[in-house]
């Protein structure tokens, strides 16, 4: 599968952002998919997960705040950001782990996600 991240972008603390990701090449509904993000300085972490069947996990910090979504038909998981905050800029990736036995399970390390897209950078302004 390729992994093709868009819709970052500059927008006001308190603001909403909705980046996508659209796959191509495999069957979509076989992958688990995530987001995760990379701040200036820092590692890559977690951000949510969704699993095939539509089960969600969200990092502590994001909860209440993102939501993660999937639609198999158009081969696209979405972040959609609200109340963004000034430490929510980074670069957010998409990533798929392809997913047979289960459709509720999800990931959240980044070692168990082999396929990446480019990123998308985020930057909230306070």
């Known amino acids: 599968v390729q992994l093709q991240a868009s819709g970052g972008g500059l927008v006001q603390a308190g603001g909403s952002l909705r980046v996508s990701c659209a796959a191509s090449r495999g069957t979509f509904s076989y992958y688990t998919m995530a987001w995760f993000r990379q701040a200036p300085g820092k590692e890559r972490e977690s951000v949510a997960a969704i699993s095939r069947g539509g089960v969600t996990n969200y990092e502590s910090s994001v909860k209440g705040r993102f939501t993660i979504s999937r639609d198999n038909d158009k081969r696209t998981v979405y972040l959609q950001m609200d109340n963004l905050k000034p430490e929510d800029t980074a670069v957010y990736y998409c990533?798929?782990?392809?997913?047979?036995?289960?459709?509720?399970?999800?990931?959240?390390?980044?070692?168990?996600?082999?396929?990446w897209g480019q990123g998308t950078l985020v930057t909230v302004s306070s």
């Open positions: 990533a798929a782990r392809r997913t047979i036995l289960s459709d509720s399970t999800y990931y959240t390390r980044e070692n168990e996600y082999g396929y």
